[in-house]
């Protein structure tokens, strides 16, 4: 809307930024990012303006500092980066290794084992890949409804249409699967594959692929920090067999300690919302050795929050300029 536009340009012109900045310099902004772009020359100016604007510290010092109950930096700021696609290694390391920034990078292991697939990058695969024009897409499998078997949906033909059209409906089908209880979960996936007529390959094309451990190895002998952020990346709520939840949190912490031969201290709740997570897991995660783990809920980080239970704000190496500054300052427009 332009009054929108203008008014932005207005609160941006006026130095709002500034005044928001000064407002929230008491909390630390923990950034998430996922996959990077070939094209960096956003993350440079992003980069630029918080080595010119903010301190970059790391989530290892954010931890000693909430665990010693220790005043918080002003102005400071940790970047994360969840998932482990290879898109960090080819093109976002390098430029935060130039402003020498510590970063912490969450792994998923399973797709650095088996060169595979996230779970929901391999759904944004099939949609984007379907050569059908229309499908019936499957309901997803509930506890009630596999009783009676996986259902389909009535007759209700849905157009795949543009790249956008087609990522769109990936989104909502993906935010249908993340109720699914976690046995049903690969068969669900099959019936979409199915329905959309893809046949996935086992290893991920470049666009998707996960880190190798040589990459990880490589780059944690510099200031990148790994934690783990599950084996298979589920909804830790969905979860139900106990073993495969210690698996998801412990395994994964151990997969990666045994592949750098350094403690990992930092997890990552896949999804990270407040229903992705409950009490028990959040003790699992504390009795397994973590130090921190970060959730998605928005906000920054204040003295004497709980180190488990740490928010961040989404960010995004494509965003806007003007969004970006917002979202370091953790100012929702
Ligand atoms: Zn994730």
């Known amino acids: ?78 970047i994360t980066v969840d998932d482990g696609h290879g898109s960090f290694y080819h093109y976002a390391y390098p430029v935060f290794a130039k402003f020498d920034f510590p970063v912490t990078v969450y792994l998923t292991t399973r797709p650095l084992d088996t060169r595979g697939w996230l779970w929901f990058d391999r759904v944004a695969y099939a949609f984007l890949t379907s050569r059908r024009q229309e499908v019936d897409l499957p309901n997803p499998p509930s506890a009630e409804g596999m009783a009676s078997g996986p259902r389909q949906t009535a007759h209700n033909p849905m157009a795949l249409g543009s790249r956008d059209r087609r990522l769109g409906l990936a989104e909502q089908y993906m935010e249908l699967m993340k109720v699914v209880p976690d046995k049903y979960f690969s068969l669900c996936l099959k019936n979409l594959e199915l329905s959309l007529g893809v046949q996935v390959p086992d290893e991920a094309p470049q666009e998707w692929v996960a880190l190798s451990w040589d990459e ?34 412990v395994g994964s912490k151990n997969k990666i300690e045994a592949e750098l031969d350094k403690p990992v201290l930092h997890f990552a709740y896949p999804n990270g919302q407040p ?59």
């Not at 003295?303 to 917002?326: T, V, Y």
Request: hydrophobic fraction near 40%.
């Open 1 to 78: 809307m332009w009054y929108r536009q203008i008014s932005r340009q207005l609160f941006h012109g006026c130095g709002g930024i500034q005044a928001v900045r000064w407002l929230r310099r008491k909390g630390v902004t923990i950034l998430m990012y996922h996959k990077f772009p070939a094209d960096l020359a956003m993350l440079e100016s992003q980069c630029r303006y918080l080595r010119k604007y903010y301190q970059v510290i790391s989530l290892g010092r954010l931890s000693q500092l909430l665990r010693n109950g220790d005043p918080l930096p002003d102005w400071s700021v940790v």
């Open 216 to 249: 990880v190895r490589l780059m944690a002998r510099d200031k990148v920090e790994f934690g783990a952020h599950s084996v298979t990346h589920p909804i830790l709520t969905q979860v139900e067999e106990q073993a495969q939840l210690y698996e998801e949190i």
């Open 275 to 333: 229903q992705d997570f409950s009490p028990s897991i959040v003790k699992i995660v504390r009795d397994a050795g973590y130090e921190t783990s970060v959730t998605t809920i928005r906000g920054q980080v204040f003295k004497g929050d709980d180190p488990f239970l740490l928010r961040r704000i989404s960010c995004g190496a494509e965003l806007p300029f003007h969004q970006f500054q917002n979202h370091v300052a953790a100012f929702r427009t």
